[in-house]
């Protein structure tokens, strides 16, 4: 739907505000918002190196690729942990870290490759530190689309929307349905939310808890991550429990554990849009038309 003033509110916002979206607070000190910009960057950082003192080095080992020698395109991003995922989200922080962290000798190698004591839990929380940062974006995106595409006329005031839309998917992100409630869609909350925690609860209980193991898992880690809550639960309680043996359905409890994250990033998003869509309406098709008419006179 375009407006009278020539405005797509579908269009995005291009490049530019993407691109700093990777840096926490940037957006917001765009926006003149300078407290929630030291806010944004404070609380990114803290999260990441609060895991960070403990993982270290074990970055480079979860990451997709591994930073060796090789003189690869791939091996050279990893060394500024741009092969690490979700924690590049949150760029300074975890280009910081691995500038810090990385090591090539033979001993640096063998230390990627070595467990340590609460790296589940710390580790969680390195990569939170991204899913934080991309909900900090998320906020700035939708104030600088506020301000693009809602222009009231003198005297009125901007209409609000009944939740902020990036609050809605960092709820939904702890808790599947949380989202929606916040947004006033509690009927619907309630039934995505059961949806993906019954996947997510049947692929732990496949595997005798041993799906959701990021040391282990890295690749299916990723997605798992995508429900927060329940990889925080996995890093917590069941990612430290010794294995007697390999569970007989353990890829099963990992694909379903995996799909839950995925179907949990379909609620994040829904959520977003439900809160979105109480400023931007889906127009009908006459409006459509009328508003295409009024961009033509």
């Known amino acids: ?38 806010a944004a960057f404070l609380s990114c950082t803290a999260l990441f190196f609060a895991g960070w003192v403990v993982v270290g080095e074990r970055l480079f080992y979860w990451g997709l690729s591994n930073p060796d020698d090789s003189g690869s395109v791939a091996s050279t991003l990893s060394r500024f942990g741009l092969a690490v995922l979700p924690e590049v989200l949150n760029l300074p922080g975890n280009l910081v870290g691995a500038l810090l962290a990385f090591d090539g000798s033979p ?31 998320a906020q700035a995106h939708w104030e600088l689309r506020l301000r ?3 222009r009231p006329a003198e005297g ?4 609000a929307p009944t939740a902020d839309p990036a609050l809605c998917a960092a709820l939904s992100w702890l808790v599947p349905g949380l989202g929606h409630a916040r ?17 997510f609860a049947l692929g732990l209980l496949v595997s005798s808890g041993h799906a959701v193991d990021r040391a282990n898992y890295m690749v299916w880690w ?45 609620v994040m998003c829904d959520a977003y849009t439900v809160a979105e869509r109480s400023v931007f309406p889906v127009a009908t098709g006459a409006a459509n038309a009328a508003a295409g008419k009024e961009a033509g006179a």
């Open 148 to 150: 693009r595409d809602l």
């Open 183 to 199: 947004a006033g869609q509690k009927d619907k909350g309630v039934a995505m939310g059961i949806a993906v925690l019954v996947v």
């Open 156 to 159: 009125e005031s901007r209409p």
């Open 222 to 266: 990723i997605g798992q991550n995508l429900f927060g809550g329940g990889s925080l639960f996995a890093a917590l309680v069941t990612g430290p429990m010794q294995s007697a043996g390999t569970p007989i359905d353990l890829d099963l409890g990992i694909v379903l554990c995996t799909v839950a994250g995925l179907m949990n990033l379909v």
């Open 1 to 38: 739907m375009v407006t009278k003033d020539g405005i797509d509110p579908a269009k995005g916002l291009g490049w530019g505000p993407f691109l700093m979206g990777f840096v926490p607070g940037l957006l917001q000190f765009q926006l003149g918002q300078k407290a929630r910009a030291a």
């Open 107 to 137: 001993e640096g190698l063998r230390l990627e490759r070595m467990p340590r004591d609460f790296e589940h839990i710390c580790g969680f929380l390195t990569a939170a530190s991204g899913m934080l940062a991309a909900f900090w974006a």
